[in-house]
């Protein structure tokens, strides 16, 4: 009979070709989930003071699949050795001194270069060289993990030479990517390459990591965002108003979500804040970092689907994450994220209530994101009660209480930035524009406040 044998997997001459061994194996695959931990950090890191919304879309995914690739070989090193070898120390010193140098960009096209130019690249052909050494047969696990993260990492590649292109438009800023390509490729080298096993007798150019990394959270938008410091946000309050017709509610939702890159910008500090935990606490709190940036890009999509320039319409301002970072600390920050995922459970009020109102509005695009967007945020909610419960080690109802408390307060902070711009109602003339009629509330005043929070403390 002519049936394939193996299981299709290979073929009996190449599972007798003799591959990599399993201390070689283990070896790479500690470095591979060690440089997987820095580029999370590192996207979290650069996620609030890059200004271009499509870097920090990229980021939050980015960000994601790192914290989960790593959690991959964590994982397959665990089946190896047993006692499997801590993971959660460096493997290399000279892997950090080449993070650290990439922690030195300075700009947006530093950080695409360093992370979509040279790092990311050189972990691809890594991936691809180890796919290849393997023995498809006996050292199966490795290569159906490596599969996936070439195609993801190949995908990341991509959007970073594009993002690339887009950026370094300049003989000057292609000057500087090719000298910030070289200085870290000089460093990359010096590590031994990705898998360690490159020899380098060269000398390595000075140091752009003279003084400790120090994070910037101070979240901000570049100048394509017009209205971004004006923070009177009438939809939060729009889309539970009684009275308000369902296309408006949901004109007003959709603005919501938009607005939700703040939540991946609050979140960045609280994830590369928390030192030492384990490592699935990184996984999943990364998970929802990016689904809060999937549910602005829902907003932006819908924006984008109705021909709306919703840059320019919708004062899409970074308040929430600069209460949260800059006036909280990050067990208060994540308390109050704790309070109000908690608090859009509710039927009548919450998620549900979301997704009826767009399929009241006979709107099935808005009815879809919702329908996804309540889905999410049943799993955020478990998140939250997983990991705010146990790094903060309170008890829900104090971790709660502190949550609604440090949401009221923080509220206050935003008076430092309004004299930025105008603090103006926008709503009126932008229900005008994309619905073409005149607004339920036009008349009625509004604050900087998102009252579904309010509305569970009262």
Known sequence: MNIPPLAGVCTYEEAARIGLGIDETVSRLVRYAWIEKRIMEAALYWLN?????????????HAYLAADHARLFRQRVSEMRNPPPNMNVTPDKRLDRLMDELLAATGTLDKLTGLYGVLKPALLDAYRQHFEAANPLVDYPTRRILRTLIVEEQEAVEWGQRALAAVATSPEARAQADAWTAHLNAYLAAAGGVAGDVPFDGELPASKAAQPFVPDYFPRRDGRFVQQWNFVFPPHEIARTEGVPADEKTLALMCKRTLEMDVPEAMARMIAEAKGQPWEFYVDMCRQ???????????????????????????????????LNQHLSPIEAHAVLYAIEQSLMPATTGKKYEWVTA???????????????????????????????????????????????????????????ADRAPQVNWWPDFVRRALGKESAVTGRTFDTSDPVYKKVTS
């Not at 003071?49 to 995914?61: D, G, I, N, Q, R």
């Not at 829902?298 to 929430?320: N, Q, T």
């Open 49 to 61: 003071p890059t200004p271009e919304w499509e870097v920090k879309e990229a980021l939050s995914l």
């Open 289 to 323: 970092l990016w689904d809060e940036a999937r549910h602005a890009m829902m907003g932006s999509v819908y924006f984008e689907h109705h021909g709306i320039d919703w840059k320019r319409e919708i004062p899409l301002h970074p308040g929430f994450a600069i209460r």
């Open 359 to 417: 399929d009241e509005a006979g709107d099935p695009l808005a009815k879809l994101y919702q329908d996804f967007d309540w889905a999410d945020e049943v799993l955020h909610v478990n998140i939250g009660r997983q990991w705010g419960l146990a790094v903060s080690g309170m008890n829900r109802e104090t971790f709660q209480n502190l949550g609604h408390q440090k949401a009221m307060e923080s509220e206050q902070a935003l008076a430092q930035y």
